[in-house]
């Protein structure tokens, strides 16, 4: 059977709908996960969020987060002791894995954020805290590795 320039069309076509509908079908499957389920709520708070992180880059002595084999140490210098707020981990390939404690300063400055509740991989930390009525917001990324 001898094929003319029609049937060509014809196939090319039938293989571009079966492309087409093999995407359509195999995006389905892919998880869909927001970073944070109140978005919108969020943004309205974005410009807080700014001036928080430059009140963080002002510091003449920022928080320092080491490394360990029993995981993340938060070291806060002695102007920032009496702070209060939160230490945020989060996981960008699963929330299940986010990790979210109130901040805890011993009398020696430090925090310890226990290799218990650490997943290797990477990880977003957000250090928001307030000392003396001025918000601050460090944000950094890292990655714990089990030892």
């Known amino acids: ?6 049937h060509y069309i014809a196939i090319a ?45 002002a510091l003449a002595e920022k928080p320092e987060i080491n490394i360990q084999a029993n995981g993340f140490v938060l070291t806060f210098p002695e102007a920032l002791k009496d702070s209060k707020g939160e230490v945020y981990l989060m996981r960008n390939n699963n929330e299940l894995q986010d990790v979210r404690l109130p901040l805890k300063i011993d009398s020696k400055g430090r925090m310890l954020i226990s290799s218990a509740k650490l997943v290797e991989g990477e990880y977003e930390l957000f250090l928001k805290f307030k000392n003396q009525d001025q918000d601050y917001l460090i944000k950094k990324s890292i990655k714990w590795i089990s030892q």
């Open 1 to 6: 059977m001898k094929l003319n320039w029609g």
């Open 13 to 57: 076509l039938g293989c571009f709908m079966i492309f087409i509908l093999s995407l359509l079908f195999s995006s389905g499957d892919s998880g869909h996960a927001m970073v944070t389920e109140d978005y919108y709520e969020k943004e309205l708070y974005f410009q807080d969020e700014i001036n928080s992180e430059k009140n963080a880059n």
